[in-house]
């Protein structure tokens, strides 16, 4: 769903586990009346048991909270862990759980992917990270580069209003009001939040990254995790370079899922043809979903640019009109390309040329068609459950 442009906002960039964690549990725990948090996953470690204690803390003040998580991200997550929280007074809920096969998770597509948190309807944060171990890259080998933003003015109420809408829809709350307060400006950015969804707005994000690429004028930057972009999107980017716009692909160099890199790299030959610049982030695995054009438009969001972000799962993005943060991503990124990437060549990217061929014109048509087949497949209704602790097993004892 896109809601209306809204001016008056301010967002700040936060990057990493290591400033948005500590910035989410500062507002949860000064949190008064509600807090609302919808995620992939959350972990029983460092991180997930910081945000457990803010959210008792809340609950003892007897502030209202709703988690909502996936069936598939969160689907391994204790027992124990989920009853010291409902017995606490906090409401936790689960989407589209569903029982596995062979032990095998089985909902594998159509996911709740948005990681949305909101505080007493005053601030919220958007972004692609989830609550573990896994987004603290400066402590962690294997942690992820991942951004988010903190947000407060009138765009609140919207990103408010998605999370109170998927609760609703689901009829997993009662009385949750509609509006909790009226903010003020805030600043001088002007947003815009795209939510998508599989009935009434399966494009919207996809929509709002096009126009943007449509209308850029000189600089187009994206970091993206798990590239593979629709066929609107992959011609709009050659669209853009041979009118001479510079464009900037920032991908996963050492990826957490290697299918990741693999389906990216049999577009490389065909990008660089087009005169895009592609740099492989070589530090960390790259798990980042933000993207800048010309001098003052941004997204940062859960949507990446595959398509199961495009077509199945659900997503929230936050497009962002302001000057100030356009040129604190960029400086981030351009310093991200000289400290920490590997410049993808033409040469390096012809080598075994002769298996990417096929795999790219299987990939090609795959993109042309992929978000028409999607819809053709049987959507199950997805639902909300709340969230229990898995009964224990008895012990047998014998003798």
């Given at each position: 769903?896109?809601?209306?442009?809204?001016?008056?906002?301010?967002?700040?960039?936060?990057?990493?586990?290591?400033?948005?964690?500590?910035?989410?549990?500062?507002?949860?725990?000064?949190?008064?009346?509600?807090?609302?948090?919808?995620?992939?996953?959350?972990?029983?470690?460092?991180?997930?048991?910081?945000?457990?204690?803010?959210?008792?803390?809340?609950?003892?003040?007897?502030?209202?909270?709703?988690?909502?998580?996936?069936?598939?991200?969160?689907?391994?997550?204790?027992?124990?862990?989920?009853?010291?929280?409902?017995?606490?007074?906090?409401?936790?809920?689960?989407?589209?759980?569903?029982?596995?096969?062979?032990?095998?998770?089985?909902?594998?597509?159509?996911?709740?992917?948005?990681?949305?948190?909101?505080?007493?309807?005053?601030?919220?944060?958007?972004?692609?990270?989830?609550?573990?171990?896994?987004?603290?890259?400066?402590?962690?080998?294997?942690?992820?580069?991942?951004?988010?933003?903190?947000?407060?003015?009138?765009?609140?109420?919207?990103?408010?209003?998605?999370?109170?809408?998927?609760?609703?829809?689901?009829?997993?709350?009662?009385?949750?009001?509609?509006?909790?307060?009226?903010?003020?400006?805030?600043?001088?950015?002007?947003?815009?939040?795209?939510?998508?969804?599989?009935?009434?707005?399966?494009?919207?994000?996809?929509?709002?990254?096009?126009?943007?690429?449509?209308?850029?004028?000189?600089?187009?930057?994206?970091?993206?995790?798990?590239?593979?972009?629709?066929?609107?999107?992959?011609?709009?980017?050659?669209?853009?370079?041979?009118?001479?716009?510079?464009?900037?692909?920032?991908?996963?160099?050492?990826?957490d899922m290697p299918w990741a890199?693999?389906?990216?790299?049999?577009?490389?030959?065909?990008?660089?043809?087009?005169?895009?610049?592609?740099?492989?982030?070589?530090?960390?695995?790259?798990?980042?979903?933000?993207?800048?054009?010309?001098?003052?438009?941004?997204?940062?969001?859960?949507?990446?640019?595959?398509?199961?972000?495009?077509?199945?799962?659900?997503?929230?993005?936050?497009?962002?009109?302001d000057a100030a943060l356009n040129?604190?991503?960029?400086?981030?990124?351009?310093?991200?390309?000289?400290?920490?990437?590997?410049?993808?060549?033409?040469?390096?990217?012809?080598?075994?040329?002769?298996?990417?061929?096929?795999?790219?014109?299987?990939?090609?048509?795959?993109?042309?068609?992929?978000?028409?087949?999607?819809?053709?497949?049987?959507?199950?209704?997805?639902?909300?459950?709340?969230?229990?602790?898995?009964?224990?097993?008895?012990r047998r004892l014998l003798f």
């Amino acid at each position: 769903m896109n809601f209306p442009w809204k001016e008056g906002n301010h967002a700040e960039l936060l990057i990493n586990g290591s400033e948005y964690f500590p910035a989410v549990f500062d507002s949860i725990r000064a949190a008064r009346r509600e807090i609302l948090i919808e995620t992939f996953i959350i972990f029983d470690d460092e991180v997930g048991r910081g945000l457990k204690q803010a959210l008792l803390e809340a609950a003892a003040r007897q502030v209202r909270i709703e988690v909502t998580v996936d069936g598939y991200g969160t689907a391994d997550l204790n027992s124990d862990y989920i009853e010291e929280l409902t017995a606490a007074g906090v409401h936790m809920h689960v989407y589209d759980p569903r029982p596995r096969l062979l032990g095998v998770r089985t909902n594998l597509f159509r996911r709740l992917h948005r990681k949305i948190v909101v505080v007493d309807g005053e601030v919220a944060y958007i972004s692609g990270i989830n609550f573990g171990w896994d987004h603290l890259p400066e402590k962690y080998r294997m942690g992820k580069q991942d951004y988010g933003v903190r947000v407060r003015g009138p765009a609140v109420d919207d990103i408010r209003e998605a999370a109170r809408a998927l609760l609703l829809e689901h009829q997993a709350v009662e009385g949750l009001p509609r509006t909790l307060v009226r903010n003020a400006p805030a600043g001088e950015a002007k947003m815009l939040l795209a939510t998508r969804d599989n009935e009434r707005h399966r494009t919207d994000i996809e929509d709002q990254y096009l126009r943007a690429i449509r209308a850029a004028k000189s600089r187009l930057m994206i970091a993206n995790a798990y590239f593979f972009p629709s066929y609107h999107l992959w011609v709009e980017l050659r669209h853009a370079a041979r009118r001479g716009v510079e464009v900037t692909l920032i991908l996963q160099g050492r990826p957490d899922m290697p299918w990741a890199r693999v389906l990216s790299s049999s577009l490389y030959s065909y990008l660089l043809k087009e005169g895009i610049r592609i740099y492989e982030y070589q530090e960390h695995p790259l798990h980042a979903k933000i993207a800048i054009v010309d001098d003052d438009w941004a997204t940062v969001g859960s949507s990446n640019l595959d398509p199961l972000s495009l077509s199945l799962n659900l997503e929230a993005n936050l497009f962002i009109r302001d000057a100030a943060l356009n040129r604190q991503i960029r400086e981030h990124l351009e310093r991200m390309i000289a400290d920490s990437c590997r410049a993808v060549t033409l040469e390096s990217a012809e080598k075994g040329r002769w298996w990417r061929i096929p795999l790219m014109f299987v990939s090609f048509h795959f993109l042309r068609h992929f978000p028409l087949s999607a819809g053709w497949q049987p959507a199950h209704t997805a639902r909300l459950e709340p969230l229990t602790p898995k009964p224990k097993r008895k012990r047998r004892l014998l003798f």
